[in-house]
């Protein structure tokens, strides 16, 4: 579109990152979520969608890439580097189970950004030498939404990560607006939400209001 | 390798596609079934593995990597367009659950493979204005290993779509060693199978016995 804006850098883009859940924004659709987020200020999108299959992922990324794309906001698939590529999403998010960075790297086009789940310093620096481009750092408090994200290591558990490493680390894990400013305090680049968005009655306002938190990093 | 052979011509490899569940080759290794059903003749591997993370996946396919290439045979992966790419795999199978032919063929490098599931003549003709290589069709026999395939359609239903398309067409679905001939006669290109190699005891004789039927085409 001739009229799209500049793609957001990745630092500033990552002040928020919303992990889009089609589930939890019932009976509201995702794009409607994600609409009211970007309108907030939100410029990072993750689409999850656990459960999906390849076919839905790319079918409910594509309802969402018009909308992104007139932001500048980036796109980037969970898990599924191959759903990533075809939607022309920005990147990808690697966790535990998924691909690793490393093989992800070695084919991915030029510029593709890879994030990656590290809760301590050793898997983070790791992961940054095989070629992550952030870091998705978590359970910092105790959540419903992502069981699988780990234990809860606490701000301190994402200080320590945040000194490990050079690039952005977003916080995940339970970050409401009322702690987001603890995250902050951490140096993390942002926080990454699920429920607190896919769920708030007003996403736009959520988003302001955690952004607000994040705005001289 | 230096010794390499030449990679196997697709439709000559086709002639018999082994899929890989490692759970039903049981106590057996997936590696130790493919390494015998490759001394039988077999030259073409489709990775399945349903239940596997892309990481477990990863691991397995470079588990067989070696053999196959020391064999010249195809491997291909189930589905996971990007383990297929990360392994350099010669290819990707898709179902109708998973990414569509024409948003993989775009972005696939020069001379990717792609094979499609399709049990009806239209489809398969999509499929391969698509850019699919080759046709997956069944279920030809009735069987437990892979329900998810569909309808019954027989050697009449196989026939149809062999005739609908100009690449080459594997059978799948309960296909035993008896039943091999009434396929070959369709002119099928070969046949695909699961639980016929997997739970063979002698993987070898049962692949050299299958083989025999489609030695002319």
């Known amino acids: ?122 898997l983070a620096r790791d992961s940054v030498a095989d070629g992550a481009d952030y870091i998705g750092c978590g359970t910092v408090f105790p959540t419903s939404t992502k069981s699988e994200a780990g234990d809860v290591i606490g701000v301190e558990g994402l200080r320590r990560v945040v000194r490990a490493v050079p690039v952005p680390v977003v916080g995940i894990g339970g970050i409401t607006v009322e702690r987001a400013r603890a995250v902050a305090e951490t140096g993390a680049a942002g926080i990454a939400v699920v429920s607190a968005v896919m769920r708030a009655p007003d996403p736009a306002a959520v988003v302001h209001s955690m952004l607000q938190r994040f705005q001289n990093s």
Chains 1, 2 share one sequence.
């Open 1 to 122: 579109m001739s009229e799209a804006p500049e793609r957001t850098p990745l630092r500033q883009a990552l002040r928020l990152l919303i992990i889009v859940e089609a589930g939890l924004a019932r009976p509201r659709s995702a794009v409607e979520v994600v609409e009211a987020a970007i309108a907030g200020g939100a410029r990072a999108i993750q689409l999850r969608n656990k459960g999906d299959t390849a076919r839905e992922l790319v079918a409910a990324g594509r309802r969402l890439t018009p909308l992104l794309r007139r932001a500048g906001a980036l796109l980037f698939v969970n898990d599924r580097f191959d759903v990533a590529l075809t939607l022309g999403a920005d990147g990808v998010h690697l966790g535990p189970e998924d691909l690793p960075v490393a093989t992800v790297r070695a084919v991915a086009p030029e510029g593709f950004l890879i994030g990656r789940s590290a809760d301590d310093p050793r």
